[in-house]
């Protein structure tokens, strides 16, 4: 079974940085592209960043550019988030995301998602 | 950057009635198109890839149609645990991929 598991989430005061994680099992994670996509409470779905499967290709939505860092570890079966500078509106639940074989951007498997607090 | 439009924005049905969702883009997709079930407290599901293709384990019930720039998603019979936020989502110019902004199926 796919299994996807963020953590990191936590309260953080505005300017200040966190780093996200995913653990990933059930399948070979070295064989497929992943992503963030964020959702600010009681809003919509934003994609945050995309890596590809062998850390080559790396892309972000321009509203994190510059101070999110998405990184993974194939061999420790882990995705990373690392967010610095963070803003009141970085306020979300992360959610790490698995790229559907052979159909890139399509969105197969989701994990349960890591809550982000930017507050003072 | 690719905007979807989806309507209506809240959907009222009854069990076993038949919903139609839509999605319109602010360009041509080519039918790389994707649909989404989010309910409360959970996260999104993927129901439909490109435009028609049901993904593992989606019943039957649910059906994507359309082209060009515009998309529809159809519960054919509504059932108790169909009544959830639908969201479509673009992958047919990236970066970025692109959402709509959600569509409430909300039992009437």
């Known amino acids: 079974e796919v299994q996807l598991v963020e953590s990191g989430g936590t309260l953080v005061e505005p300017g200040g940085s966190l780093r996200l994680s995913c653990a990933a099992s059930?399948?070979?994670?070295?064989?497929?592209?992943m992503n963030w996509v964020r959702q600010a409470p009681g809003k919509g779905l934003e994609w945050v960043s995309y890596i590809s499967s062998s850390g080559s290709n790396i892309y972000y939505a321009n509203s994190v550019r510059g101070r999110f860092t998405v990184s993974r570890d194939n061999a420790g079966d882990s995705l990373f988030l690392h967010m610095t500078s963070l803003r009141v509106e970085d306020t979300a639940v992360y959610y790490c995301?698995?790229?559907?074989?052979?159909?890139?951007?399509?969105?197969?498997?989701w994990g349960k998602g890591t809550l982000v607090a930017v507050s003072s | 950057e690719v905007v979807l439009t989806q309507s209506p924005a809240t959907l009222s049905l009854s069990p076993g009635e038949r919903a139609t969702l839509s999605c319109r883009a602010s360009?041509?997709?080519?039918?790389?198109l994707v649909w989404y079930q989010q309910k409360p407290g959970q996260a999104p599901r993927l129901l439909i890839y490109d435009a028609s293709n049901r993904a593992t384990g989606i019943p039957a019930r649910f059906s994507g149609s359309g082209s060009g720039t515009d998309y529809t998603l159809t519960i054919s019979s509504l059932e108790p645990e169909d009544f959830a936020v639908y969201y479509c989502q673009q992958r047919r110019v990236w970066p970025p991929w692109t959402f709509g902004q959600g569509t409430k199926v909300e039992i009437k």
């Open positions: 059930g399948f070979t994670l070295s064989s497929y592209s």
């Open positions: 995301v698995r790229d559907k074989l052979g159909f890139t951007g399509s969105f197969d498997h």
């Open positions: 360009q041509n997709l080519d039918n790389y």
